[in-house]
């Protein structure tokens, strides 16, 4: 089974900054990028691959039954040196193949093969196989005096013998899955058709690692030797795994499960947790192995299930599951049985839900987690307290999260429809106070300290039912009643006072995600800003193909009130509000609240081109327009070169929304005195950009795009207009809707008299 990278979302790469004055730049040595659209490579679920090529050869391991004590006579007893050619699986063809090979370490615990190819090519060297060596037999991130093998033993169990050698084989191969290119790739996998006496098996304890694109020479970073190391450790244990269950294993998610956290218990990173806390309300054992995208979310799923597993019970949770032999959902209640724990398998799930939102390890353990920087899950967010929702649904082994904020004397009823299975759990959250507690379903649930002791309460549905079969969703509704109080609500993801600024070239821009709350308007943002200038942006439509979407309102202006000294003033007293109330924009689906980078950033000058303040944080809505090795894209930064905990880049941009009518004043216009073109906004831009313009009176206007050999693309305008400012879009298309190409254009406006051309730059 294929082991996922904690990164496996991402494109990573390292990038240097300028050593700018420390009064306005942390000063890190190296930055790591994370970009949302992959453009490099990537490690992806190989278990779809392995299922397609045994059906292509007929091959049911299921058939098989456990593997054998020992299928050979003697021990391999290879030496550095070594050669032999190994099977291995050719996911392209589906056929097997022979690959010669050559042993180029021996541990206490391994022999390490590596592809001759890849040896010729430089790929892999002798620095390489030994840190595999090192890591495997001697030292681990977790344990300075443990290897991958000990810990893995420990916690686990121990590894199949049928070649009646104790040294377990690991061979470094360029695996055959198809990749090109940039794009996915498979970093490792176990194959148990290995264990037996077959036609094209190797009779042997072998797993293989990937040497191409997993580049073992990179120490950190997207396929690098760390993702080759926590690879190691998850295959291990999926030897491990087969060692007693062999064909006939459990459910893909249980081990998944015990892989991801043979990683954790190793010391390498946990596989990115936002994937699941994206979603929760999913059957908890799914396991989409034919889908490359989706099964991310299965991995998170998993990572974050076997983490809690671990911190509230222990390591030897996981090997009681194996030695009993026991599976899935039997297994686990039978391991803590056998462990003299009164829990069970229902109870575990229902402390999980809890702590995969509440997270508060201090308030009560079981209500959360030991290991830090991990991101809640994602709730339906109410702000005004009377709600009526007649069809809903959660499935089973699922959960959903539903929040109120705002508002005071909260009371609500769940109707199961019928779903015995359905239970509720209140999480009330105050400044002083925090607390748990059951919720009846069918019955009125009152929380009169709402609004008063606790400013939150959030609902984890949750179906437990072991004997139903049905996976869901199951049917629940939901109707709440309480004091509407019509105040702002504040939407900010940092919670830190800022470290610095980034210099960024101009055309870049920054920007935060906010998610969108049933009911509202958006009042306004906060912005912090470094110095005294204006800085324009935009608010957006949030897309999660392409970051943003429709422009919602451009452009929007942020002025700096004052300039903070060094070392910087806590609070930071340099915040701006843009008064958003009268643009009308919709806030129920998520947003973006954009800036451009419009000039030159210039040290200790108060009124140079501004920057927005940014801080550390374990999770980030924030991202960055800029062009990385010829790329440019929205991307997600953190400043850590082995791990992406605590250190991703936070912007420190806030949104406010409102529900009800809004209580904008009404606002007089100044009409201008005479005509205006503004420069367009952003600039750079891709693909759509607002261009604005003043009129002192009424009257024709007429604004056209030109090519830089002064050929027409498009007539944006050609009408009456009143006067005052007025804001045209264009989305780079020509006067036929076909996309034009990456380049310099130019826009020129006609209006009674006035003439005016300007420049604009298309970058894709």
Known sequence: MKKINVKSLFVLTIISFFNLNAQNLLK??????????????????????????????????????????????????????????????????????????????????????????????????????????????????????????????????????????NKIIILILNIKDGYTGPGRYVAGYFYGYNQYQQVNSNVAEIYYLDGDPLDFKKPTGNASLQTGLATTAHEFQHMIHFNYFGGNADYTFFNESWSLAAEVVCGYSLYSPSEYANEPNQYLFEWRSSDNTLVLNDYSRAARFSLYLKEQFGIQIFKRYHENKLKNENGINFALSSLGLSATFPGFLEDWYVANYFNDYAHNPKYGYQYSGLPKMTSVLYSNPNVSVTQDGVFKYGAKYITYKGGKNLSITFNNQGNTGIKVKAMKIGTASKQVVDVPTNSVFNVPDYGTTYSEVTFAIYHLDQNESIKGPHAFSYTSSGQFVNTVTELAYDSKEPSGIFSWSVGDSVAVIFEGMPGAKLDSIRVALRNLSSLNGSILRYSSTKMTGKTLAAPITATGKVYPSVPYPVPWTNWVKVDLRDRNIDASTSFVAAFGIDGVYQVNVSTGPNRVMHTYQPVSNSRTLTTNNGTRGWWNFYVNQTTARDSFVVYLIRAYVSFGPSDAKETVELLPSAFNLNQNFPNPFNPETVISFTLPKAVDVEIKIFDALGSEVRTLINENRTAGKHNIYWNATDNFGNRVSSGVYFYTIRADNFVETKKMVLMK
């Open 28 to 165: 890190v040595p190296a930055y790591q990028m994370t970009e949302l659209q992959s453009v490099e490579s990537f490690p992806v679920n190989a278990h779809s691959y392995i299922e397609k090529f045994n059906r292509a050869n007929g091959i049911d391991l299921n058939k098989f039954g456990p593997p054998m004590p020992s299928l050979q006579k003697s021990a391999w007893n290879f030496t550095v040196g070594s050669t032999r050619s190994w099977f291995a699986s050719n996911f392209e063809n589906n056929q097997f193949y022979s690959v010669p090979s050559t042993c180029r370490a021996v541990g206490t615990n391994c022999y390490i093969f590596v592809e001759d190819a890849l040896w010729t090519n430089g790929r892999v060297d002798q620095p390489a196989v030994d840190a595999v060596r090192n890591a495997f037999d001697n030292s681990t991130p977790a344990n300075a005096s443990k290897g991958i093998y000990q810990i893995d033993v420990e916690t686990f169990g121990n590894p199949p013998n049928v070649d009646n050698d």
